[in-house]
């Protein structure tokens, strides 16, 4: 079994990350790290809020010997200790932290602090692995015997997948989109307040629009020697905050090149994937994308956990009236597995096997 620390433990990614990595047939965790404030406390006691209740999110139970763990402080935190670190904690703290881990350890990141640097991809499961061959040239640059794989920002963790059967088969040439995204996107430190998201829509979330408007173009560009060349097309991106739990829910209209109807862009979306569902990591879905038929789906809560939530629900595939060869429809991702705990565990899994080549 491979030893797994997660650095960001206390976090709702990375309790979703503990839960993902329950029972995994390669990983084991053996490590926990958060901030000074967790520090030296056990996971259990860290959990805990000011008036002694837990923070513990999850629906499944938290184990004794997980609960049981020490946390260490993030900042002190031995890579060597472990042979995979997932690092979910905010990207302030993984701009200085990630490095210093990847002198000699893999690092598997939900934060955004590496996404843009142009020895590092953005990897999605079924969409780009071919790019994690960079990795080799960010550790050779770099020096470091181990490397940074960042995760993609959760909001388009379901608008790359819908893209790229739609890309290879009619070529895109323009987004626009809004979500809708969860509560849970926000994180706990500080989280959002009930009292401001009850019986309300906050129409603009700091800094998303912009990762939202240029993340897509790398994921889904391609790998041209040492760099990615990314995709041509624009988004414009507009982020909105609902009062959901969990699940990014995204409104897509794409022009694309060629024509295209509602129908070959659902059979596109149908048929995707399956050669990477086919190589049987643990944490893929059976599907990476399932379409729906019925106008009223895809809804956060009936959808969300489909494929052990990984999968990408698309549903009102239909023509739009005022692009030429316009095509719009909505999709859902759970923000806190495929984009980003379990859609990093996936990475882990893919990167062992297939880059490291360790099993
Ligand atoms: P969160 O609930 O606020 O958790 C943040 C975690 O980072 C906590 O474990 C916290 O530890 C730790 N931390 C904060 N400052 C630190 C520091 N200076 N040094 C070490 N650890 C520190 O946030 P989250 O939603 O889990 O998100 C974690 C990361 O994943 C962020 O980079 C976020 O942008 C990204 N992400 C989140 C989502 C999502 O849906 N939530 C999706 C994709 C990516 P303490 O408890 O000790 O403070």
């Not at 996936?346 to 080549?357: C, D, F």
Request: glycine share 8%.
């Amino acid at each position: 079994m491979l030893k797994i620390a997660i650095v960001g433990a206390t976090g709702i990614v990375g309790q979703q990350a503990i839960v993902s990595l329950l029972n995994h047939p390669w990983f084991k965790i053996t490590k926990l790290a958060a901030s000074e404030r967790s520090a030296g406390k056990s996971y259990r006691e860290a959990l805990k809020d000011s008036n002694g209740s837990s923070r513990w999110w999850c629906t499944e139970e938290l184990p004794d010997e997980i609960a049981a763990l020490p946390v260490e402080d993030a900042a002190n935190f031995d890579p060597t200790s472990v042979d995979i670190i997932f690092s979910t904690i905010d990207a302030s703290a993984a701009k200085v932290l990630e490095p210093k881990y990847a002198l000699t350890t893999p690092v598997i990141s939900t934060a955004s602090a590496f996404r843009y640097e142009s020895d590092t991809p953005i990897l999605v499961g079924g969409i780009n692995m071919e790019q994690a061959q960079l990795l080799a040239s960010q550790q050779q640059n770099r020096g470091w015997k181990g490397f940074i794989a960042p995760k993609s920002n959760c909001t388009i963790a379901g608008l790359v997948v819908s893209l790229k059967p739609i890309l290879d088969k009619f070529g895109v040439k323009q987004v626009v989109m809004t979500s809708l995204q969860a509560m849970s996107g926000a994180g706990r430190t500080p989280g959002l307040s009930a009292m401001d998201m009850m019986e309300n829509v906050v129409p603009y979330i700091s800094g998303e629009e912009p990762k939202v408007e240029t993340e897509p173009q790398k994921i889904l560009g391609t790998l041209a020697g040492e760099s990615i060349q990314p995709a041509t097309f624009p988004i414009s991106a507009t982020c909105t905050r609902v009062p959901v739990l969990d699940g990014h829910l995204v409104c897509a209209f794409v022009q694309t090149e060629k024509p295209c109807s509602p129908e070959t862009v659902k059979e596109a979306m149908v048929n995707f994937g399956k050669d990477f569902s086919a190589l049987g990591l643990p944490s893929s879905p059976l599907h990476l994308i399932e379409v729906t038929d019925d106008p009223f789906r895809p809804q956060p809560r009936l959808d969300r956990e489909r494929g052990g939530g990984m999968t990408v629900t698309v549903g009102r595939i239909r023509k739009d009236p005022i692009y030429e060869n316009g095509i719009k429809y909505v999709c859902l991702a759970h923000n806190t597995k495929l984009g980003a705990a379990k859609g990093a565990l996936q990475t882990a899994e893919y990167l062992v096997k297939y880059y490291l080549k360790w099993l």
